[in-house]
């Protein structure tokens, strides 16, 4: 029995360190878990990520953007997510198709016929079974970033962020059993319990909480 859980959310919305208290925890209580991300997470997948996040002379065209998050996903799944999933594991991905989904398509405006075509290619056909949405309001979580230069993503205008923001809500009400959606302005213990409660009802659910 496998868990697959991932986290999303805009600029500044603290999904890594929720990721992490998750994986943490999980593994406290000797349950096999594996925590990754996007972009990332394999060595074909961090030398894009860094392709992809530093600011740059030439432009990256939308297509062009959307093909490398799939090419990372898709060495990530191949290397990282589906032998987890099929040892059993819990894995925990910070940002996963839904992020391309919120950034390429309602960001950037590629149809959404387009992104999802791309998405399923890219993941498999692996879904995660609980998303959980940091939501938080573009200004806010940007304001939250103490970073000392902007990279690409979080150069962008202000309405491209509204615009993701906009399309993760939509996205989590089309399928409300799978997203988890979270003020991302509660205070850090209080989101962790709330995932952890969820968490753990899924867990029950699929038989494997019996190892603490
Ligand atoms: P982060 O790992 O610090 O969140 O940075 C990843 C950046 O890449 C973030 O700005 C969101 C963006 N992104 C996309 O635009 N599309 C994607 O599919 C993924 C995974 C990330």
């Not at 991300?37 to 030439?58: A, F, M, S, Y």
């Not at 987890?84 to 960001?107: H, M, W």
């Not at 879904?127 to 690409?152: E, F, M, N, W, Y």
């Amino acid at each position: 029995m496998s868990l697959f859980i991932t986290f999303e959310g805009g600029e500044g919305c603290g999904k890594s360190t929720q990721a992490r208290a998750l994986w943490s925890r999980l593994s406290r209580c000797g349950i096999p878990v594996e925590l990754t991300h996007e972009p990332g997470g394999t060595v074909l997948g961090n030398h894009l990520r860094r392709l992809l996040k530093r600011k740059r002379q030439d432009e990256i065209s939308p297509q062009a953007e959307l093909l490398l998050f799939a090419a990372c996903r898709s060495q990530l799944v191949s290397n990282v997510i589906r032998p987890s999933l099929e040892n059993g594991k819990v894995v925990i991905c910070d940002r996963f198709a839904d992020s391309t989904t919120a950034y390429q398509g309602y960001g950037r405006g590629i149809d959404l016929a387009t992104v999802t075509a791309t998405n399923k290619l890219a993941t498999q056909g692996n879904r995660p079974d609980l998303t959980v949405l940091l939501d938080i309001a573009a200004a806010t979580g940007l304001s939250r970033k103490q970073v000392r230069t902007k990279d690409r993503f979080e150069s962008e205008e202000i309405a491209f962020h509204h615009a993701v923001r906009d399309g993760y809500l939509k996205l989590a009400a089309e399928e409300p059993k799978r997203w988890l959606v979270i003020d991302a302005t509660l205070p850090k213990a209080r989101i962790s319990r709330i995932i952890w409660d969820r968490v753990t009802q899924l867990l029950q659910a699929k038989n494997m909480s019996n190892h603490g």
